[in-house]
C-alpha cells in the first residue's frame, strides 16, 4: 500500500511518522518551508515514552501524480479547500482518510469524490509543533480509530488497520465509523466549548462550586443533537467521555483554547457552530453550547 500524508503536523506528522517506523510506503506532501527543514533535520518525533527521527520522503504539491492508494488528511477544518487543491495531482485514484474535528467534511468529500473513495477516520493525540519543529505528543494519547463507510473500499481500510497495528500507537477497526466520529465530536464540543468559556484547564473548571456540574450539562446538550441526528452516544462512551471532561486537577485542554491563546484561527465555526445549528434544526435547547459559540465567535481572531 502506498501512502500519501498531507502535511507532518501534530497527526499527520506524528502517525505518518510512526507507520513509517513500522515499514509503512509513506510519502508526505508538505509546504516549501516545512519540507526544507525536514530534508535538513529529519521529522523529529518526541513523547514522554520515546523520541526518534526518521527522514521522510517528501514532496511539493506540484510533483504529485495518481500514485497513492491512501491519502490521509489531517489540516485544520478551515484549510480543507486549501489542502484539496494541494493534493489535485495525486487525486484521481486511491481513497481519501480525513482525520479532521466535526462532520461538514464528511459531506463535502463525499459530494467531491463519492462516497465510495471517502473512509472514516478519528485521532486522538494531543500534539503540537515545537519551536525547532518537532512533533511533540504532550500526554499518552495517541490513537487511530478507522472504518469503512462503502463496501468498495473495505478491504483497503482493514489493510490499512493492519498496518496500524504493527505500528507503536494505539488502534482501532470501527464497524460503524460514522458513529465514532460523533461520539468524538459531542466530547470535543464539551472540551472546547468548557475549557475556551473559562479559559482554563478541565482541573481547575471542577475545582470552582458549579464548574463540573456545568460540564456535564453542556456534554447533555451535544448528546441530545447526537441522539436526534440518529448517532446517540451510548453510555460507556459518555462514562468515558464524563470522566475526562470532569477530572480533578486535570491538565487537559481543548486545542481550541491553546490556538486561541496564540491569536491563531480557531475550529469554532466546524466544532462548536455547526453543532449549534444542528441544534437548532432539530429542536433542542442548547443555551451553554450556543454561549460557547458565541464568545469564540467574539474573541476569535478570525471570527468567520
Known sequence: MKILVLGAGGVGGYFGAKLMRAG??????LRDKRRRLIAEQGLRIESPQDSFTVFPHCLGSGELAPDYDLIMLAPKAY????????IAGASGR??????????????????RFGRERVMGGV???????????????????????????????????????ALCAGADFDSRYAEDIEQVLWDKWTFL???????????????????????AD???????????????????VDEASRGKALAMLTQPGSAFTAS?????????????EHILGEM????????????????AYTSMAVRSPDPR
Open 24 to 29: 509503512a510506503d509513506v510519502t508526505f506532501v
Open 79 to 86: 484549510d480543507l479547500d486549501d489542502a484539496l487543491a494541494s
Open 94 to 111: 486511491g481513497a481519501l482518510l480525513p482525520f479532521l474535528n466535526g462532520l461538514n467534511h464528511i459531506a463535502l468529500l463525499d459530494q
Open 123 to 161: 485521532a486522538h493525540i494531543a500534539a503540537m509543533l515545537t519551536e525547532t519543529g518537532a512533533v511533540k505528543r504532550l500526554s499518552d494519547l495517541h490513537s487511530l480509530t478507522v472504518g469503512h463507510r462503502h463496501a468498495d473500499h473495505e478491504a483497503l481500510a482493514r489493510e490499512f488497520f
Open 189 to 211: 464540543a464539551t472540551l472546547a466549548g468548557m475549557t475556551t468559556l473559562c479559559q482554563g484547564t478541565v482541573g481547575e473548571i471542577v475545582a470552582t462550586p458549579w464548574g
Open 214 to 232: 456545568l460540564a456535564r450539562k453542556l456534554y447533555a446538550e451535544c448528546c441530545a443533537i447526537a441522539a436526534r441526528c440518529d448517532h446517540a
Open 256 to 268: 481550541m483554547l491553546r490556538d486561541l491563546k496564540a491569536g491563531q484561527r480557531t475550529e469554532h
Open 276 to 291: 449549534v445549528r444542528r441544534g437548532i434544526e432539530h429542536g433542542v435547547g442548547c443555551d451553554l453550547l450556543a454561549m
